[in-house]
Nanobody
Framework: QVQLVESGGGLVQPGGSLRLSCAAS????????MGWYRQAPGKQREMVAH???????NYADSVKGRFTISRDNAKNTVYLQMNSLSPEDTAVYYC??????WGQGTQVTVSS
């Protein structure tokens, strides 16, 4: 079990970019899957992207081609690079491990 802390959220204009980070309190080397989810106001939490320990990735259709998930096992950190952001991407973004750990979330607001 690890504690996860997200950072990098904020307010960005449509078309802009943000990079989210998820720092784990312990090693993620043995954690097969790490992922990002998001929850918009009034909506259910949804999967954004997953990455395995071997580097295989999976994305929600709504973010394919715009978001990139990566992990640095040496730094125990998972990243989410978000480009071409739109107001529909506004949500609280959560990091999660395959072991069921969740972070507190970081707010991303896309607005002009």
């Amino acid at each position: 079990q690890v504690q996860l802390v997200e950072s990098g959220g904020g307010l960005v204009q449509p078309g802009g970019s943000l990079r989210l980070s998820c720092a784990a309190s312990g090693s993620i080397l043995s954690i097969y899957v790490m992922g990002w989810y998001r929850q918009a106001p009034g909506k259910q939490r949804e999967m954004v992207a997953h990455i395995t320990s071997t580097g295989m990735t999976n994305y929600a259709d709504s973010v394919k081609g715009r978001f990139t998930i990566s992990r640095d096992n040496a730094k125990n950190t998972v990243y989410l690079q978000m480009n071409s952001l739109s107001p529909e991407d506004t949500a609280v973004y959560y990091c999660t491990s395959g072991s069921g750990d969740w972070g507190q979330g970081t707010q991303v607001t896309v607005s002009s």
